[in-house]
């Protein structure tokens, strides 16, 4: 599966961002889908992902309550919806796709290409 990411931008604090990853070869429902997140100077970190069932989320505690994942299986389409974001949510945001997932990134096999979400404070 290809994945390409969308959606990044330059957004002040306090506002919403939703981030696109769309599909290709592959379909999003046969994988477990994550987004992953890198901030400069630092190892990519686990944002939020579905289990292995896809039928449940679950989330770093940074962004509990403030970021949603979501798909869509008909558009094969991942999407991450974030809101009050904050500064330290500055990074450049990865999707990725795997057949065992978790929180961390060695479990994914497939990424996107990354897009930038700059927060001004």
């Known amino acids: 599966v290809q994945l390409q990411a969308s959606g990044g931008g330059l957004v002040q604090a306090g506002g919403s961002l939703r981030l696109s990853c769309a599909a290709s070869?592959?379909?999003?429902?046969?994988?477990?889908m994550a987004w992953f997140r890198q901030a400069p100077g630092k190892e990519r970190e686990f944002v939020a992902g579905?289990?292995?069932?896809?039928?449940?989320?679950y989330y770093a505690d940074s962004v509990k309550g403030r970021i949603t994942i979501s798909r869509d299986n008909a558009k094969n389409m991942v999407y991450l919806q974030m809101n009050s974001l904050k500064s330290e949510d500055t990074a450049v945001y990865y999707c990725?796709?795997?057949?065992?997932?978790?929180?961390?990134?060695?479990?994914?096999?497939?990424w996107g290409q990354g897009t930038q979400v700059t927060v001004s404070s």
């Open positions: 990725a796709a795997g057949i065992v997932g978790g929180r961390s990134s060695e479990r994914y096999d497939a």
């Open positions: 070869g592959g379909t999003v429902s046969r994988y477990i």
């Open positions: 579905f289990t292995w069932s896809g039928d449940s989320t």
